[in-house]
T-cell receptor, first 113, second 115 residues
Framework: GDSVTQMEGPVTLSEEACLTI???????????LFWYVQYPGEGLQLLLK?????DKGSNKGFEATYRKETTSFHLEKGSVQVSDSAVYFC????????????FGKGTHLIIQP | EAGVAQSPRYKIIEKRQSVAFWCNPI?????LYWYQQILGQGPKLLIQ????????DSQLPKDRFSAERLKGVDSTLKIQPAKLEDSAVYLC?????????????FGPGTRLTVL
């Protein structure tokens, strides 16, 4: 079945540091890929998505590129802020009629001032 | 636009008791999902509805979990009887299109503690 593997946390960085959170996946067919974020005390919200190979999703300074050859969708940001502190989830859906999301375990990101 | 509503926000019960959760999706969203999120893990899909029909319930423990979506709007998820391992946050999500390739909007969740 489908699965998502993302790097373990917590990840602690200083403000303005570069961020990469690794995500790799196993899926049948051609999945769509997502990053969701959960800020402290809030619900899950979509950060960015990519629906086909070589697509780049971007939002709020974050980027991720759909790499079919390496089955990866790593999340990157050039300069993180304290407000980026949250739990980040990589997820996929294989599409079709039954298209619930398959999530990774989440990566807790802590940004120190 | 109002978001996905869930109630209650918190529930504490003893094992072997029953519990029910309610979800009201975003108006006009035909697809509704229930997920279970155990502490330290990502959400796991339990069931997906398209209008009032079940599309996928392959990961729903049907011996104790049930869900319905009457009239294709609100949905309830029930656990009867609850076990200790059911302690988790239960998330409801909805999406506008039949394909989840479009965004799923999540509610705040119901945190269940089974003692």
């Amino acid at each position: 079945g489908d699965s998502v593997t993302q790097m373990e946390g917590p990840v602690t960085l200083s403000e303005e540091a570069c961020l990469t959170i690794n995500c790799t996946y196993t899926a049948t067919g051609y999945p769509s890929l997502f990053w969701y974020v959960q800020y402290p005390g809030e619900g899950l919200q979509l950060l960015l998505k990519a629906t086909k190979a070589d697509d780049k999703g971007s939002n709020k300074g974050f980027e991720a590129t759909y790499r079919k050859e390496t089955t990866s969708f790593h999340l990157e940001k050039g300069s993180v802020q304290v407000s980026d502190s949250a739990v980040y989830f990589c997820a996929l859906t294989s599409g079709g009629g039954a298209d619930g999301l398959t999530f990774g375990k989440g990566t807790h990101l802590i940004i120190q001032p | 636009e109002a978001g996905v509503a869930q109630s209650p926000r918190y529930k504490i019960i003893e094992k072997r008791q029953s519990v029910a959760f309610w979800c009201n999706p975003i108006s006009g969203h035909a697809t509704l999902y229930w997920y279970q999120q155990i502490l330290g893990q990502g959400p796991k899909l339990l069931i997906q509805f398209q209008n009032n029909g079940v599309v996928d319930d392959s990961q729903l423990p049907k011996d104790r979990f049930s869900a319905e979506r009457l009239k294709g709007v609100d949905s309830t998820l029930k656990i009867q009887p609850a076990k200790l391992e059911d302690s988790a946050v239960y998330l409801c999500a909805s999406s506008h299109w039949t394909s989840g390739r479009n965004e799923q909007f999540f509610g705040p969740g119901t945190r269940l503690t089974v003692l």
